[in-house]
């Protein structure tokens, strides 16, 4: 492997962990990177996972206090979004390069699509604030969608953060600020079962996977200083329209 390849992949994992620390969707950035260096479409994906975990660290380090609040809420979710983020990583392995390969330009256009509503989704829990959500029902099927929307970020993992935001206004009537601290730990969750499943798979690239880890905290750190000073809606757009660009040029292979 040539030593720019290394330094492309560090570059990479530097943008994805400032990305993922101001707006989110590192990964339309990093996972194709990877592609083009030229790992096998499956092999690029668990090393992608497991390359960017590392960078949720910081986020929640830095919320540590918020999930005190969180405790029981977490109890009952978290064991949900571990089983999802274990059962999409178990499907991913089971996925042939070939079927995986046709399938990365749609994965990478409903990631787009999920970055590209996460304002509206905003809005749209904001307005559902202080409604009463105590249909036992309704929070059993939310949970439900928990569980698929985890096995989505096992299996991917771009844009999981929308779903399960939205999930959450569904079962807790909370603030948006308590629910963030929430789909902060579920996503997390998601990617570490992810990733610490994936490290036993054979299929990381080791080599990329710890140049990349260092790219991303470093990239997470150096967001978390400029997130005051940057629009997160530029950067989502710019990271949409990157996202849409590679799609496309993936399909015209």
């Known amino acids: 492997m040539m030593h720019y390849h290394y330094l492309i992949a560090l570059a990479a994992a530097l943008a994805a962990g400032f990305i993922n620390a101001i707006a989110g969707g590192g990964t339309l950035v990093s996972f194709p990177v990877l592609?083009?260096?030229?790992?096998?479409?499956?092999?690029?994906?668990?090393?992608?996972?497991?390359?960017?975990?590392?960078?949720?660290?910081?986020?929640?380090?830095?919320?540590?206090r918020d999930f005190a609040a969180q405790k029981k809420r977490l109890i009952t979710i978290l064991p949900i979004s571990m089983l999802g983020g274990i059962a999409g990583g178990l499907i991913l392995l089971n996925t042939g390069e070939k079927v995986f390969n046709g399938i990365i330009p749609y994965l990478i256009i409903l990631a787009c699509i999920?970055?590209?509503?996460?304002?509206?989704?905003?809005?749209?829990?904001?307005?559902?604030s202080g409604k009463a959500h105590d249909n036992r029902i309704k929070q059993i099927g939310a949970a439900l969608l928990l569980l698929i929307a985890s096995v989505?970020?096992?299996?991917?993992?771009?844009?999981?953060?929308?779903i399960v935001i939205a999930i959450l206004g569904l079962i807790y009537?909370?603030?948006?600020?308590?629910?963030?601290?929430l789909k902060q730990a579920i996503s997390?969750?998601?990617?570490?079962?992810?990733a610490?499943?994936?490290?036993?798979?054979g299929k990381v690239n080791w080599s990329?996977?710890?140049?990349?880890?260092?790219?991303?905290?470093?990239?997470?750190m150096i967001g978390g200083k400029f997130a005051s000073r940057i629009k997160p809606g530029v950067l989502r757009w710019v990271v949409i329209v990157t996202g849409f660009a590679a799609a496309l040029i993936y399909w015209l292979k």
């Open 196 to 201: 610490i499943y994936f490290s036993f798979s």
């Open 152 to 162: 989505y970020g096992g299996y991917f993992g771009a844009g999981v953060s929308v």
């Open 35 to 64: 592609l083009a260096l030229g790992l096998p479409p499956v092999a690029a994906n668990v090393t992608n996972t497991l390359a960017l975990c590392p960078g949720y660290v910081g986020g929640i380090w830095a919320q540590r």
């Open 173 to 181: 009537d909370d603030s948006l600020t308590s629910l963030n601290v």
């Open 114 to 128: 999920l970055l590209a509503i996460q304002v509206p989704v905003k809005k749209w829990m904001q307005s559902r």
């Open 188 to 194: 997390f969750s998601i990617n570490i079962s992810a």
């Open 208 to 220: 990329f996977a710890i140049v990349m880890m260092i790219g991303a905290i470093t990239g997470g």
